[in-house]
């Protein structure tokens, strides 16, 4: 059983940065893949970004490419998700989520079924 924790939410405006982090406890993410979900009023959960922890072999969904990088540290069992240049349109509650890894076909990490571990969210918004 993994348990998992997101902090680093908040308000900002507009072009500014946040970094969300998501600490896993009950085990390590060895052998896993972790993911960041977004989902805003009235939209369904959509994939933003993913890594498989052992590889490094990251995932990213087209709109955050350039704004967003997703990082681990081993140490701390912790993956962190570095948010740079924010839209108004980034605004969600963002959740981690952590699965195994048995495809290297990149859409299989883009999908919220492929994960058995969720977070709690954390809120972003972002103010114009």
């Known amino acids: 059983q993994v348990q998992l924790v997101e902090s680093g939410g908040g308000l900002v405006q507009a072009g500014g940065s946040l970094r969300l982090s998501c600490a896993a406890s009950g085990r390590t993410f060895s052998n896993y893949a972790v993911a960041w979900f977004r989902q805003a009023p009235g939209k369904e959960r959509e994939f933003v970004l993913a890594i498989r922890w052992n590889s490094g072999i990251t995932y990213y969904e087209d709109s955050v490419k350039g704004r967003f990088t997703i990082s681990r540290d081993n140490a701390k069992n912790t993956v962190y998700l570095q948010m740079n240049s924010l839209k108004p349109e980034d605004t969600a509650v963002y959740y981690c989520?952590?699965?195994?890894?048995?495809?290297?076909?990149?859409?299989?990490?883009?999908?919220?079924?492929?994960?058995?571990?969720w977070g709690q969210g954390t809120q972003v918004t972002v103010s114009s």
């Open positions: 989520a952590a699965g195994g890894v048995y495809y290297s076909n990149s859409s299989y990490y883009t999908r919220p079924s492929t994960y058995d571990y």
